[in-house]
């Protein structure tokens, strides 16, 4: 997961990327990169780290233009600890190419071989992101061979993209002195839409990864980037659009509405937060299967993508919804830190409990999800510490029991809690007194009521079906390896041995 921002307007750029970067941040906090134009000329700045630790004044400078992208940047694949691998991307043939990228590229290995085996060009990382530009660069060049580049050869190379590429990407990229590009791959499974705002030399145009960049910038939500399609704006801001897949459709991720994305975001005519409030309503009645409403005194969000479901789900049953934790917001999102030791460490720095909403109560802690359980487990002791009776656990989401591999920080088996466990067995885990957990087809309809057009969702980490149809058992030996490669702590290391132990066992 990461969030990617390309601005096309007739004044400088670099603060108003920088805006929607922050607006974006929750998709990602391990480094965040700016690149802006000046005719042919590209200047970028990237570091590890925040937006707003990243980008100082003197590098505000240094980013002149009227067009550039963007990205804060989630790893999922390559090197987490590599600033190299920080995006934007730069080729300097053909044209001379940048692009940011969010998703994941589920053929990258295969992508590489013929990269230097038959295309003859170049990596230097183990981002599949620099795999996805240097196939960019060899199809427009194939596709701009002898001719001028116009939007026909641009969106005949994003075919020859589509053709060669599977997985998960939604992308912006800038060819020197043409224009600005964008494209999703034909499953739709990563969001990217489009706004504008009227001025008097032109329109402005922005692209981004949730809607409310675009608003928060002062943008009007034009509409969401269709699945295979791709977008290109020239230099002198006109909008081209074509449908550049053979058999596109709409299976956006549906962890996007379950945790990913903000509320305040609409993605693909849903808005996440009504997704929310959908799913809290399903799970109420969950709950009242499993857990008579009278043993409940109180209804707990742990904050803060659960507190819709929560609030809909304590008006569902008749309970009073109380904050019973509060949020340090200058810690970052334990799902997305590198490193079990981080995240561990980092929940009681997060959250701290309200004792007088728990104490001598039977309190129902409602969560987006459960991934790993390590974070629920330290919640139910915090709860317990708190003074509470009873401690009930409700997830919005179904066990995560499968590792994704489409730009979601859960690509293996033994960090899942829920693969190969009963609900039972994950219950005496986290400590809690009872837990209850969403329906997958539930979660499911809840969503898609809101927009009948989806074909489905990518729900592989739910359902164990991948979309795109190309993972094998080998993909993920080749991911866990990967892994235990990077650089890392001594806690870190200690977690990926025994990830790699109970893989073999």
């Known amino acids: 997961m990461c969030g990617i921002v390309g ?238 897949a053979v058999a596109p459709s709409l299976n956006p991720c549906v962890f996007e509405f379950v945790y990913l994305a903000r509320p305040d975001s609409v993605i693909d005519g849903i808005s996440v937060y009504h997704a929310r409030l959908n799913m809290g309503e399903t799970l109420a009645q969950r709950v009242i299967n499993t857990l008579p409403p009278n043993e409940i005194d109180v209804v707990i969000p742990i904050p803060e993508s659960s507190r819709p479901s929560a609030m809909q789900l304590a008006q569902k049953l008749g309970k009073p919804y109380r904050e019973g934790f509060v949020k340090n917001r200058y810690v970052g999102r334990t799902f997305i830190m590198p490193g079990q030791s981080v995240r561990k460490k980092s929940v009681r720095q997060k959250l701290n409990a309200i004792g007088m909403e728990f104490k001598g109560r039977n309190v129902l802690l409602v969560d987006d999800s459960i991934v790993r359980g390590t974070t629920s487990k330290e919640i139910v002791q915090m709860a317990r510490e708190a003074g509470a009776n009873k401690v009930y656990m409700a997830s919005a989401a179904p066990p995560v029991r499968f590792p994704n591999v489409y730009g979601i920080d859960m690509p293996t088996n033994s960090e899942l809690i829920a693969h190969g466990r009963t609900t039972e067995e994950i219950r005496q885990y986290i400590g809690c007194d009872a837990l209850i957990y969403q329906d997958v087809d539930a979660m499911k309809r809840a969503v898609s009521a809101l927009n009948p057009a989806l074909a489905g969702f990518e729900a592989s980490c739910f359902d164990g079906h991948y979309i795109t149809g190309d993972v094998t058992a080998a993909d993920f030996d080749a991911i866990l390896t990967q892994r235990s490669s990077q650089p890392q702590d001594e806690e870190t290391a200690d977690r990926t041995r025994l990830a790699l132990q109970n893989a073999s066992e």
């Open 7 to 244: 601005v096309t307007s007739k004044s400088p750029v670099n603060q108003l990327i920088y805006d929607a970067l922050l607006l974006l941040q929750h998709r990602g906090q391990d480094a965040a990169g700016i690149v802006t134009a000046v005719g042919t000329k590209f200047f970028m700045h990237k570091a590890r780290g925040m937006v707003r630790d990243v980008f100082r004044t003197r590098n505000m400078r240094a980013l002149p233009g009227t067009i550039g992208l963007g990205q804060v940047r989630y790893p999922t694949a390559g090197n987490a600890y590599s600033e190299e691998e920080a995006q934007p991307f730069y080729v300097n043939a053909p044209f001379g190419l940048v692009l940011v990228h969010n998703g994941n590229i589920t053929n990258a290995h295969a992508l590489k071989k013929e990269l230097f085996g038959i295309d003859r060009r170049h990596l230097n990382t183990e981002s599949d992101t620099e795999v996805l530009i240097n196939i960019l660069a060899h199809e427009l060049e194939l596709a701009a061979r002898d001719l001028p580049l116009t939007a026909v050869e641009v969106f005949k190379a994003i075919s020859a993209v589509h053709r060669r590429v599977k997985g998960s990407y939604a992308v912006v990229a800038m060819i020197a002195g043409y224009g600005l590009v964008a494209f999703r791959d034909p499953y739709g499974i990563r969001p990217l839409c489009i706004g504008s705002m009227p001025g008097a030399d032109g329109t402005e145009w922005m692209i981004a990864s949730e809607s409310v960049a675009l608003e928060g910038t002062g943008h009007h939500f034009e509409r969401d980037i269709a699945p295979g399609e791709a977008v290109f704006i020239d230099m002198d801001g006109q909008l081209h659009a074509q449908q550049c």
